[in-house]
């Protein structure tokens, strides 16, 4: 089961947090109830939304983006709209001893969500001893090895896996409350693989539907969708209402509900608990609704935030599926796996099939020959590893690693002892004229703490993920308490950007989804229009942003109802992505807005949402995006028409 609290202490906690701005993912039940909240909880919200325009320059609009307060001068406001703001300076503290990168690098870093394993500075070995490593890198390494195994297969009797990838395991499950008596668990390639994987075992032929609820275009979703089609289910779609893309309460509802006398299960809900793209934040009750109705829950959880899964009515609702991914390090590594866990009790209903995507995490040294345990060429250690690859199940090595050498150190005086720690290092390449690998050079540095060898109770290895380590300190409500007060002050701050001299007030930038709300999430979908109104294409905001050290992305929003009052509207704004025969098919999933995203983790500090702030406020020059457009011509680069 998910572990949590008790529901008593709980829910107390819940109110308490929220009069100082706990939880964002305690869920408003107005999806699915007219229940209303208690007065203090209401209170608490209104407060907060109010204090949040009342202290940032109120009744003021920005239509010059030299004329925008400084930074300092930001701060000073911001932190007199938020003051619990303060109480996180522990994330900052963090920030600074673990994540120095991001400073040194000046990089802010918004293109991306999901939880670190590892910090910066555990990556980064000791130098300036007297006996150095041969490479001195910047992050860590692991290796994973594909494998082809039916999923039912694994799940039931599993197989040998490394010290690593046990330790590894552990800690995820640790980290988020899931016990092994209730779960189980195999690492995938990625989200996509994950999503893949169930939907070739789940029993489509009796439980025949597939309902998804995602208001943005999903590579992962798509991929289940086409792969549950071809196996006989009937795929259903919720939609988002406009303006403000919350589900479509009354047409869910219907979708979820069976027949009185149906008594078999109904099919598969994927169901996320918050849109990665816009923030929109959904309620916990849909999750129940579907199980009261015979339905499997596939709970996507990669757009949670850290410490989400403490919620406590996750402590109620145990999905049959849960999907979740982890990177290395963040800022610098976004490289790293997908995790599925499926209830055991659920298991011998899945139906055998070839399944791909699992891979196992290993070692370094259990991929690698080292190059100083036996004598031969380059060509002799590269067949050698390819040799070992393969059996291991690579599917397709060469496309991975081009020339290896390795070199594993393990220091005379700890070959004897328990090695407690993997300091995995990164890769060094270097590319010819092509881009093509031509050299690839690792090392790995074994490592033991003499006074606390990190080995548990049992003698297993356990491994020092210092990033879930640090979400662990900080808590849930420390963490969403800063992610609501960065991200709502990043929205108010946008809105006040308005074009100078326009008749209509035209405002730079439009925001899609929730805009000022206590319990949104730290993601935000936009895009930015010119002084004559027309959108700015997302692809033009996100190169500009890179070249000033902002990384964006963007995305699809899809499933847009639109009520007969937005009608005209509903014409302007749509874009189709489909080629004629598909539009014809199905317009739903063709249609659509393309918005520019960008996403908070909770390592973001105001500095970053300032810079973008005042990036975004550059596009109040007319002539900014045309300057800019020339610039890339001038630099032989892709130019997008405006």
């Known amino acids: ?34 229940s209303k ?31 925008l307060p400084s930074m300092k001068e930001s701060f000073t406001q911001f932190k007199k ?32 969500l999901g939880i670190g394993l590892f910090s910066h500075s555990q990556t980064i070995p000791d130098c300036s001893s007297s006996s150095p490593p041969p490479h001195c890198s910047d992050f860590p390494f692991f290796s994973t090895l594909y494998k082809s195994v039916n999923l039912k297969t694994q799940l039931l009797h599993g197989d040998h896996s490394s010290e690593l990838e046990s330790a590894i395991k552990k800690r995820i499950m640790d980290f988020l409350n899931i016990s092994e008596d209730d779960y189980c668990m195999v690492f995938t390639t990625n989200r996509s693989s994950a999503f893949k994987l169930v939907a070739e075992s789940y029993p489509f032929r009796s439980s025949r539907k597939l309902l998804t609820v995602y208001d943005y275009e999903s590579e992962a979703v798509e991929g289940m969708i086409n792969t549950s089609e071809k196996r006989g289910a009937e795929v259903m779609l919720a939609e988002f209402k406009w ?7 009354d047409k869910l509802r219907k979708m979820l509900l069976r027949k009185k006398k149906q008594k078999r299960h109904r099919g598969l809900f994927v169901f996320p608990l918050q849109s990665r793209i816009t ?73 055998d099939s070839t399944s791909t995507g699992m891979v196992n995490i290993v070692p370094s040294d259990m991929v690698f020959r080292s190059s100083t345990s036996s004598p031969g060429t380059d060509m002799e250690h590269e067949q050698t590893f390819r040799t070992g690859v393969n059996e291991a199940g690579m599917s397709n090595p060469s496309s991975l690693f081009h020339y290896i050498s390795i070199q594993t150190e393990v220091p005379a005086e700890l070959k004897d002892k328990k090695l407690s720690d993997y300091e995995m290092q990164s890769s060094k390449f270097s590319r010819n004229a092509n881009g093509k690998t031509k050299n690839f050079e690792k090392s790995v540095l074994l490592t033991v703490q003499e006074k606390k060898p990190e080995f548990g109770a ?4 356990e491994v020092k993920c210092r990033g879930l380590d640090h979400v662990d300190s900080l808590g849930l409500v420390q963490i969403s308490n800063r992610m609501r007060c960065l991200i709502n002050w990043l929205i108010n701050a946008l809105i006040k950007l308005q074009h100078p001299h326009t008749e209509n007030k035209i405002s730079l930038v439009r925001i899609y989804g929730p805009k000022v709300k206590f319990d949104r999430g730290p993601a935000l979908a936009f895009n930015v229009y010119d002084w004559k109104g027309e959108k700015v294409e997302p692809i033009l905001v996100q190169k500009l942003a890179d070249r000033s050290n902002i990384s964006l992305s963007n995305g699809f929003l899809h499933q847009i109802w639109f009520s007969d009052n937005y009608e005209e509207e509903k014409e302007t704004l749509l874009e189709s992505r489909c080629e004629e025969k598909e539009r014809n ?7 659509g807005i393309t918005v520019v995203t960008a996403a908070l983790g909770f390592l973001a500090n105001f500095e970053d949402t300032y810079r973008l702030w005042s990036f975004i406020a550059r596009f109040l020059d007319a002539d900014f995006v045309e300057k800019e457009r020339w610039r890339y011509t001038a630099l032989n680069q892709k130019t997008v028409e405006v």
Not at 12 to 23: K, P
Not at 85 to 108: P, W
Not at 243 to 249: D, E, G, M, N, T
């Open 243 to 249: 303006p403000r893309l919350r589900i479509h309460s």
């Open 81 to 112: 709209a938020f003051p619990q703001f303060l109480e996180t300076n522990k994330v900052d503290l963090i920030r600074a001893t673990e994540y120095n990168h991001l400073s040194l690098s000046n990089h802010v870093c918004l293109d991306y």
């Open 585 to 591: 098919k199905n317009k739903k999933t063709c249609n």
């Open 279 to 351: 923030g929109t934040s959904y309620s916990f009750q849909w999750m129940r609704m579907a199980q009261e109705n015979g339905w499997h829950v596939l709970l996507d959880a990669c757009a949670l935030g850290p410490k989400d899964m403490n919620s406590f009515g996750l402590s109620l609702l145990h999905p049959d599926f849960l999907v979740c991914s982890f990177y290395k390090v963040f800022g610098e590594n976004p490289t790293g796996f997908g995790c599925l866990f499926v209830k055991k009790s659920i298991i011998p209903i899945l139906e």
């Open 37 to 67: 909240p208690t007065g203090t909880l209401a209170a608490c919200r209104r407060n907060f939304i109010e204090s949040t325009d009342s202290f940032f320059f109120p009744n003021t609009q920005f239509t010059n983006h030299e004329s």
């Open 1 to 34: 089961m998910l572990h949590s609290p008790g529901l008593r202490e709980a829910t107390q906690a819940f109110v308490q947090g929220c009069c100082s701005n706990s939880s964002s993912n305690m869920p408003e039940l107005s999806d699915t109830t007219t």
């Open 458 to 461: 049992n003698g297993s290895l």
